[in-house]
């Protein structure tokens, strides 16, 4: 009989997840697999609890799985025919499938790629366990002078907001204003991708004072409390009465994207990225940011990744997490949903 190893694992479509015995993978021709060191939790992972069969099955989706898309460890063991890496060496993995061949993927826009939908650990098993297979070497990044233990949320929480402020760049001037709303995981990072890449003025807004601490200790030059009916009256104060260059909504409800949009100058940028699934209760055509641009995305590319891991091995960014034995995942959770967190959870496994 073969090694089983521990996994947190939906069994079933709208299912709680929980802790279970499966088989260690063997990696096949072209395969590798990576025993996990660390593990980052998302809020992601709780909509995927509630996902239905139609839609996940529609997205490529197939249950049973083990959750996690943050993850890095160490190499155990090699299929025939890869090269380029050894057992022990520690590699970070990229989450998001993609062809590399597709359209997009030529582009560097992978989270349009066809295949993207399902990935590693959503509707396929993910770093949750202790070991993890990679069935495609694209997504295998090597650390270099990273712990696997910690890295995880680079792939993920770091890519994603490093994706959304490349993205707004161009409409950035220097002296101008970047606002970040939601100044959690994904925001603290892009505070200081904004602070480090841009010469604006760096704005975050969150209703938790403690982040808001965290973000002035990682670039923000000013932080509001909170969205209401007079943040964007408040960001026009802190410009030059005209708004902010761009806006990144880490957050996605009603209350964000209306005070985002109405606090973007013209010619400026909305991103929104938070996926609480809020909506604009207001006309598009005067809504949206004159002679501007409105965006979001889902996910990042393998070469944001690269340039996220880059900046972190040279100390340019730093990653906060909050680490969590695998016996106590579900406290790791219960942190994650409740808010007490102080940087990115990430559930570890021992050597």
């Known amino acids: 009989m073969g090694r089983t190893m521990q996994a ?8 709680p997840a929980e802790v279970v015995e499966v088989p260690v993978p063997t990696p096949g021709p072209g395969q590798a697999v990576v025993k996990v060191s660390g593990c980052g939790l998302c809020h992601s992972d709780f ?20 959750l996690g898309h943050e993850t890095a460890g160490r190499i155990a063991e090699l299929g025939p025919g890869v090269t380029g890496f050894a ?10 499938s993609s062809c590399g061949t597709c359209s997009f993927c030529v582009r560097g826009l992978d989270g349009s790629c066809p295949h993207a939908p399902a990935g590693r650990g959503f509707g396929r098993d993910g770093g949750l366990a202790e070991y993890v297979l990679v069935d495609d070497l694209r997504a295998l990044l090597p650390l270099h002078g990273l712990d696997p233990r910690t890295a995880g949320p680079l792939t ?29 995981g994904l925001g603290a990072f892009a505070v200081q991708y904004l602070h480090l890449l ?8 969150d209703t938790d004072e403690a982040r808001l601490k965290v973000a002035r200790d990682l670039g923000a030059d000013a932080a509001l409390v909170g969205t209401h009916d007079e943040t964007a009256a ?35 940028a909305y991103g929104l990225i938070g996926a609480a699934m809020g909506r604009l209760q207001a006309p598009w055509y005067g809504g949206l940011p004159r002679d501007g641009e409105a965006f979001t995305f889902q996910g990042s590319s ?50």
């Open 198 to 205: 841009t010469g604006a003025q760096v704005v975050a807004i």
């Open 234 to 268: 408040e960001i026009r104060a802190l410009t030059d009465g005209y708004g902010a260059d761009a806006v990144l909504d880490f957050v996605g409800v009603d209350a964000t994207i209306a005070a985002g949009t109405a606090a973007v100058r013209p010619a400026g």
């Open 156 to 184: 993920d929480a770091g890519a994603t907001s490093y994706h959304a402020v490349r993205r707004a760049l161009p409409r950035i001037r220097p002296g101008g204003t970047a606002v970040v709303i939601g100044a959690g």
């Open 8 to 15: 947190y694992r939906i069994p079933e479509w709208q299912h």
């Open 302 to 351: 393998i070469a944001d990744v690269r340039e996220v891991l880059t900046l972190a091995e040279s100390g340019r960014i730093r990653n906060l997490v909050d680490e969590f034995p695998f016996a106590d995942i579900e406290k790791a959770y219960k942190a994650l949903h409740d808010g007490t967190l102080h940087g990115r959870a990430v559930v570890t496994f021992a050597d």
């Open 47 to 66: 909509t995927m609890l509630d996902m239905p069969a139609e839609a996940g099955r529609a997205w490529g989706w197939s249950m049973p799985f083990t």
């Open 87 to 96: 057992p022990g060496d520690p590699v970070a993995l990229v989450s998001p």
